[in-house]
Every structure is written in C-alpha cells, then in structure tokens.
C-alpha cells in the first residue's frame, strides 16, 4: 500500500473548460461517491456550469465554476473538489460577503493526512472569488464566505463523521441545525422527478467559513439568509422553477426567528 503524500507532492489542475481532457474523470469520481446520495448534478449541468463569466450580470448575481482535479506524483487521483463563486452585487456593495459554494470533494483514502483538503478549502475557492470580484468590477476586499452542504451527523456513522471532522479541521463551522431547516434541491433526472409525483428537497446542513471571522461563533439571521438566497440563485440558473419551488417554501416556512444564529465547531 502507498503511503499518504504530502500536499508539496500534488499537482493541481483547474478545470474551466468543457474540453478539458480530465473532467470526465473528474465528474466520475465525484459521481461515484455521490451520485447515489442524489447529491451530484448531472454532467450537463457541470458543462453549463464551466460557461459562467462572474462579469456577466444575470438578475443581480456573477457566477464562476471551476472543478479540481488534483493528482500525486504517480499522476493517480488523489482528490477531486468543485465549487461556485456567487456575487450576489447589491449584497456585497452593501458590504455583505461573496460566497463560494464548496459543491463536493472527494479525497482517496491513501492519501488522507497530506493536507489536501486545506489546501483546497482556503488557497484555491478564496483565488476563484478574488479573481471574480476583479473581473465583475465588485470591491476586491469584499468579505468572503465558503459554504459546503453536508449530510447531517448520525451516530455510529463513522464515514459521515469523519468527513464532518475534516471540514471542522479545515476551518468551517456548522450552521445549528435546530434554527433553520436547509435542503438542497432535488438533482434527478426531470423525468424521474415528474414520475414521482414532483422534486423534493435533501435535508443537509450548512457549513461555513467566514474567512476573517473564523472565531465568531454566531452569525446574524439575515446574513444566514441572504446566503442561501445566493445558493438557490446558483441552483436556480441550471434548474426548471417548478423544481426549486419546494426549497424556496421551506425555506419561508423556516424563517429564522432569532437575530442571530449559533456556529458550531463540533457535533
């Protein structure tokens, strides 16, 4: 068996385009492992994904996408990550945050412990929305918030914890669950979902990293708001209406009744 590597021996490659020779092997590995939990889009939609220009202004919002395909020095795959940049501009002209939405990482086994995930959490998503708020003309110092969707915890499930153990290592909080009800949207084929009877939403959790504001263990309601507004704004433009209906209710129906909402740094 090989050894874990350190982060000095990967090579990371950024996909941002369609023809970029490792992307089909990219999206198959992250839909191997989560493509049966119906948390993976389809890879259509990661194409039209890698299409978004952050300098385009689509109903108040820039988005860019780019997938990760880091490999080690035998060239095999060691991780794979995706994620968003979502600007939403009346947010953040009025000093509210830019997000990046941490979509999915997949680490190979043998190489946990090399620093991937860190790596990945806080030099490459933080780049991508720098780099987006310079090409969308927004302020550069901008705060920045990474937000990554989780199965929730359940006890005795040692792989879902241990992947919520590494995104708290990496730095991000967990969104108590008790104020607010998440779902993510429904990622199945439009057939399957009009045969079932309509969408319906996965209950995860949030994760956050504030960046700059790491110590803070709570945040005020509205900015939690406004950051799943931005979340379903990115869903939105590769998702039909009547899909996103169900989320956008419960989120209404779960409106967060305190000013401010705890950040949890264990489980």
Not at 1 to 12: E, G, I, N, P, Y
Not at 174 to 203: C, N
Not at 258 to 263: C, K, N, Q
């Amino acid at each position: 068996m090989r050894h874990s590597k350190k982060a000095s021996d990967l090579t990371v490659h950024i996909i941002r385009h369609k023809d970029d020779p490792l992307l089909k092997q990219g999206y198959e590995a992250l839909n191997t492992y989560f493509g049966g939990r119906n948390e993976m889009e389809a890879l259509a939609v990661i194409i039209e994904r890698l299409k978004w220009d952050p300098s385009e202004n689509i109903s108040g919002c820039g988005f860019h996408y780019e997938m990760v395909v880091i490999t080690d020095s035998e060239g095999k795959i060691a991780c794979v990550g995706d994620y968003s940049v979502i600007l939403s501009h009346q947010t953040i002209l009025s000093g509210g945050a830019a997000i990046v939405h941490l979509s999915h990482i997949w680490v190979d086994p043998e190489q946990r412990g090399a620093g991937i995930v860190e790596q990945y959490m806080n030099v490459l998503t933080i780049n991508a929305a720098r780099q987006s708020l310079a090409e969308a003309e927004l302020p550069a110092d901008a705060p920045i918030t990474l937000a990554a969707e989780m199965e929730p915890y359940e006890a005795g499930n040692m792989e879902r914890i241990l992947r919520l153990r590494r995104f708290f290592r990496a730095g991000l909080l967990m969104v108590d669950p008790a104020a607010i009800t998440y779902l993510q949207p429904d990622f199945r084929a439009a057939a399957e979902i009009d045969a079932s009877g309509g969408a319906v939403g996965v209950p995860l959790v949030l994760m956050l990293r504030r960046v700059g504001k790491e110590a803070e263990r709570t945040m005020p309601a509205d900015e939690l708001h406004n950051l799943i507004l931005g979340l379903y704004a990115m869903y939105a433009q590769t998702m039909r209406p009547q899909d996103m209906q169900v989320i956008y209710q419960t989120l209404d129906d779960n409106e967060v009744r305190d000013s401010t909402v705890a950040l949890l740094n264990r489980v």
